[in-house]
């Protein structure tokens, strides 16, 4: 099996890994890759969802693994309808999903889906009368996808009115910003789900924690992740039995909708008295999710993706290890406001054997592995306990450096 993956990010690295321990495999490429990637693939440039196709067809591709959500927006699952070349993802409707925040919430307000209360506006004067019917803090979403930058939480009227002008009026994220989700503020403590799709029916993995916030104590501004583990406490027998049916009501909901994909649904929980709400979708696995679900893996994960393509993937095909695992990402100076990037890495060698070094953000130049991004590298570990497990990574983030590294020291620690 020759296979592509796309991306460039510590989710990447951790599909090239994993993909790479499958008997299946043949040929790994990954575009455009990053220094991590290129232990285990092939690295090449591809530009656009064109360039891919004509790449895979040139090159006897038998599979394309996308990993972003762009792509999958811009419908390159469709782009691949006439050939014999499987792509897993969403299609372009499907990966709306994630993609359109009013389009996510109408499907689950259609299927009795647990969400916050919302309103969808798509003017300034419009979102000030809508904002009267909520309270504070209150959730306001530029509908699409924004560079995972369009949610803000707005604690008083003066904020929500503010940000209502940067999206209608300045037009802050340009046309994606034209229509508005504003929807109550859940309290509760987040968990992400990610599940294979087969043909709409949903086979959860492992849960997992992220942390979302730059600073300590969950504190400063938010970002795409700075750590995570799994299994995510929260994922009790209690709240298990209450996210199956909710898992049913997706299924029946995406099979109705024709949006019956195979691919990756990720499911942003937020939970309070075991009772779960959706916060968001996610057509794709997440990120730093991966380098942590994934490890756990046992069984092959080709095997699991051509089943999930068929429409034939089941719970019991997912084999998972009795390990659980935990990551904690090393970050450019800034992130995520502005960065610094080009900084030389060194000492990935020197760590202990039972630690792995994903790369979120790295190049090879000159013979040199540099930070090329605000997340750089996800220092992981298994084990039985996340006690032992957190401070042998935080051991081995000494032997790694760079200028201005920087980190959390409390992942695995705050609940
Ligand atoms: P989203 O992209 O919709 O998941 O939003 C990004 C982040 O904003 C989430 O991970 C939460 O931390 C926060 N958030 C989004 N919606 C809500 C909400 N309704 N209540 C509380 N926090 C929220
Ligand atoms: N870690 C959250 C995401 O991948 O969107």
Redesign the pocket.
Known sequence: MRVLVIGNGGREDAICKKISESKKLTKLYCSEGNAGTLRYAENVKLKSNDEILDFAEKNNINLVIVGPEVPLCEGIKDKFDNTNIKVFGADKESAKLEGS?DFAKEFMLKYNIPT?KYETVTSKSEGEKVIKHFTYPL?I?ADGLCA?K??K?CQNELEAKEYLKELFEEKIFGQEGTTAVI?????GK?ASLLCFVSDGNLIPMESARDY?RIYDGDKGE?TGGVGCYSPNELFNEDLKKSIKPVLEKISYGLKQENLAYSGILFI?F?IKNNEPKI??FNVRFGDPETEVVLPRMESDLIDVIEKSIEGTLKAEDLIWKKDKCMTVILTSKGYPLKYEKGKEISGIENVDEDIYVYHNNTEFKNNKILSAGGRVLSVTALGSDFEEMRKRIYKNIEKINFENKTFRKDIGIIK
Do not use: P
């Not at 929807?183 to 309290?187: D, I």
């Open positions: 925040k916050a959730v979403k995972g369009g949610v939480i929807e109550e503020f859940l309290e987040e979302k938010n942003g937020m916060l968001e």
